[in-house]
DNA sequence: GCCCAACGGCTGTCTGAGCAACTATAGCCG
DNA sequence: CGGCTATAGTTGCTCAGACAGCCGTTGGGC
């Protein structure tokens, strides 16, 4: 048996990429509930209120997310229920709707934030020294830029513009 | 409204980390699909095969996927179903079975892992130099030593070793 | 040898997500 | 203006996975 091909760099560069990434992944996952959020939700939020008036239509925050359209309607449904944010009409086009952050919403996510950062910074940028995480960095964003589905997933618009930046 | 937040380098390595896990998870997949595999079923198929006598039992298949023992159970049986792996009593523990690969098994993992080699090369390793490349590398396995959370995921044995044994 | 706590695996139930189908609206073209 | 196609969002269906509970087995204590 061929068991060297186990060992070959590629699979363990892909382990390396993925448990770090799973790792990170429970940790933020286990802050968020503590903050009654999924990782969804915390997802939605942040790309809410980083929009222009606190608000996104509906397909947009799908393209913005890792969620099919249907996907979005659901959480927006679970959210809307708990208040963290609310949909609101479209004037301009009556088939589209806003989904909006609340109050209440804007709430949960700055109790959110403060945490979320520091676990980063526990966990992942301040594993490492300036200097190496930069490097890290730049190879993850070459990575990236090269097999960018779009903008996180989703979407086949190359450049969303508007849209604000990466991340 | 303190935008600044979103801008911050600790959400940006982050979202480059998730992308670049989110982008190549999504090749990894369309490729599986093309042999009729499913992230999971590779990922079970490759546990097994890297195995002595290309078998586990369920639980430590479990430990060493990200997947639930119930979990398991499911793949499996799907994958028996397909003929790709079978259970196999084990000898001296009635509770326990194995999960051995078939020929059958092997032949498809034989006829995926070469294109799926291909991508990793095309979309991850061969994007950077290989200085690059490992100063990224070594950043990921500072992080994932960190977050470790046991081996991928659900295991908190630092040294599975010696597997085969009964218990 | 008997009892009992722990273990291994499976099944019932629930949640969450995607796809495809559907409804309503918009915008175009004649 | 009337019709036709594309688009926005929702809903029905299905499937994968987690959790909790169950059953059979094991191994230790007595």
């Given at each position: 048996m061929d068991q060297n091909?186990?060992?070959?760099?590629?699979?363990t560069a892909v382990g390396l990429l993925v448990e770090a990434h799973a790792g990170l992944t429970a940790?933020?996952?286990?802050?968020?509930?503590?903050?009654?959020?999924?990782?969804?939700?915390?997802?939605?939020?942040?790309?809410?209120?980083?929009?222009?008036?606190?608000q996104l239509r509906m397909t947009d925050l799908a393209a913005q997310t890792s969620l099919s359209t249907s996907g979005v309607?659901?959480?927006?449904?679970r959210m809307e229920r708990d208040g963290l944010l609310c949909r609101r009409a479209c004037p301009s086009d009556r088939r589209s709707s806003y989904a909006v952050v609340t109050a209440s919403g804007?709430?949960?996510?700055d109790e959110t934030l403060p945490g979320h950062l520091r676990i980063i910074e526990q966990w992942f940028t301040g594993q490492l020294e300036p200097a190496a995480l930069d490097a890290?960095?730049?190879?993850?964003?070459?990575?990236?830029?090269?097999?960018?589905?779009?903008a996180t997933a989703g979407s086949t618009d190359p450049v969303p513009a508007a849209h604000a930046g990466p991340a």
């Open positions: 091909v186990f060992d070959d760099p590629r699979i940790r933020f996952a286990a802050q968020y509930e503590q903050h009654g959020l999924s990782a969804v939700e915390f997802e939605v939020l942040m790309r809410l209120a980083r929009s222009p008036g606190n309607t659901r959480v927006v449904d804007l709430k949960r996510l890290m960095l730049d190879g993850l964003r070459r990575v990236r830029d090269a097999v960018h589905p779009g």
